[in-house]
């Protein structure tokens, strides 16, 4: 699995654009990107995958250059509650679907 | 709609006593399971995970031990618990065939080894 770099932590406030980067310099061609989202005593949520370009949800963006070794991935309009730890993952799903967290980048909204 | 359970979700044990940890998924069939544990202020790390009944891989050599008596039951077990034991303990399950970065968690027990 690509190792990963992405902030320790960020600060934003409410009704901003929040952008948190990941590194994954070794990214091999079929890993795709994926990033997890987990509030203080509960399991992480996936939130959004990718391979190339930019997908779109319900809840994030998520822009790929084209070399692919880097993610950003775009909250909108933050509000209180997105306050998480946000995690970035790359590997290949394949089958058996081993998941290696990294620290994540801590988010703290404020009013 | 698929829904995952664990309990239970509190639990003090003492160090030495054993552990069983019970995590079940409704709604699917054949998924992929997993056990993650996270110590405080740590990021999870992946215990134990199963692709099918019987089939465990062990990712982390420790006095811990899983299983999958059924297609959607995943147990976490140990004989005597350490200290170091003490954590939350999360369940996931997963479709594979290439969607298994996709998973979902369960609530969690967050254990502690007194």
């Known amino acids: 699995l690509a190792k990963t770099t992405q902030p320790i932590s960020m600060d934003s406030y409410e009704g901003q654009e929040v952008n948190i980067t990941c590194s994954h310099n070794n990214i091999a061609t079929n890993d795709y990107i994926t990033w997890y989202q987990q509030f203080p005593s509960q399991g992480p949520r996936f939130i959004i995958q990718g391979y190339k370009t930019k997908v779109t949800n319900e809840v994030a963006s998520l822009f790929i250059p084209a070399d692919r070794k880097s993610s950003t991935l775009s909250l909108p309009r933050v509000s209180l509650s997105d306050t998480a730890v946000y995690y970035c993952?790359?590997?290949?799903?394949?089958?058996?679907?081993?998941?290696?967290f990294g620290q994540g980048t801590t988010l703290q909204v404020k009013p | 709609s698929q829904t995952i359970h664990q309990w239970p979700a509190t639990l003090v044990q003492p160090v030495g006593s054993p552990l069983s940890l019970e995590c079940t998924v409704e709604?699917?069939?054949?998924?992929?399971l997993y056990w993650y544990r996270q110590a405080a202020g740590r990021g999870l790390q992946l215990l134990f995970y199963?692709?099918?009944?019987?089939?465990i891989s062990s990712e982390v050599p420790q006095n811990l031990s899983a299983s999958r008596p059924q297609d959607r039951q995943f147990i976490l077990s140990s004989k005597k618990l350490l200290l170091s034991d003490s954590g939350f303990y999360l369940c996931?399950?997963?479709?594979?065939?290439?969607?298994?970065?996709?998973?979902?968690f369960g609530p969690g027990t967050r254990l502690t080894v007194t």
């Open positions: 709604g699917t069939s054949n998924p992929n």
């Open positions: 996931a399950w997963t479709l594979g065939q290439g969607r298994a970065y996709e998973q979902y």
């Open positions: 993952l790359v590997g290949y799903p394949g089958n058996t679907g081993k998941l290696i």
């Open positions: 199963s692709v099918g009944i019987g089939q």
